[in-house]
């Protein structure tokens, strides 16, 4: 049994998409980061980063509940204790982590900056936005070129994937028309349909 701590951001839904895809048995537990629950004594035991997502694994290594936070993490770990979604054959399990890297490096932080500067920012910075949406729409591009020529980032449907779909979700967020990306689109509407994505992407 795996507890999620969790909130609707697309760093949660990564996890609860896997966890949905692989089939492990899992119960949620809402932090309302709006309410600043992540910084309570509770759960900055579990992350001491004060971040979600966060799961607790009862069943860990040795049958000991486990601890583990970070998204890319989470992914990589559920995908080993499954043997799901994060190849074992040597190139493929390294273009995958290399796009999952992309992902973590790239496509969150800075599809997230653009978040703050267009919706939550006090006052309006151009610079900010202009140089984050600009960046955005550059990943878009390295995407749609691969894109062109693969129906997943890294070979078979992966971690990488699944780390990737909730950021583009938000494409209205970054004021990014996914026409403009006809490769990504494909994509994005191909993962979508999955059942398990659908019901991921809606928890909490």
Do not use: C
Not at 107 to 132: C, D, N, S, W
């Amino acid at each position: 049994m795996i507890d999620l701590y969790t909130w609707t951001t697309p760093n949660g839904r990564k996890v609860s998409i896997m966890l949905e895809e692989t089939g492990l048995k899992y119960g949620v537990f809402p932090i309302d980061i709006a309410k600043n629950q992540q910084f309570a004594d509770d759960f900055v035991r579990i992350n001491p980063n004060s971040k979600i997502p966060a799961i607790v694994d009862r069943d860990g290594p040795g049958g000991k509940p486990f601890p583990l936070f970070e998204s890319g993490a989470i992914l990589i770990y559920l995908a080993d204790k499954t043997g799901k979604f994060l190849p074992k054959e040597p190139v493929a399990h390294y273009q995958t982590l290399q796009w999952l890297m992309f992902q973590m490096g790239g496509v969150g932080p800075m599809f997230g900056q653009t978040h703050h500067f267009l919706r939550a920012a006090p006052e309006k910075v151009q610079y900010g936005i202009a140089r984050y949406t600009k960046e955005t729409r550059r990943l878009y591009g390295v995407m749609d070129g691969h894109l062109k020529q693969n129906q997943y980032l890294a070979g078979e449907y992966s971690i990488a994937d699944i780390a990737t779909y909730p950021w583009v979700a938000r494409h209205e967020w970054h004021l990014v028309n996914l026409g403009d990306f006809p490769n990504v689109k494909r994509w994005y509407d191909v993962i979508g349909a999955r059942p398990a994505v659908k019901k991921g992407m809606a928890v909490p």
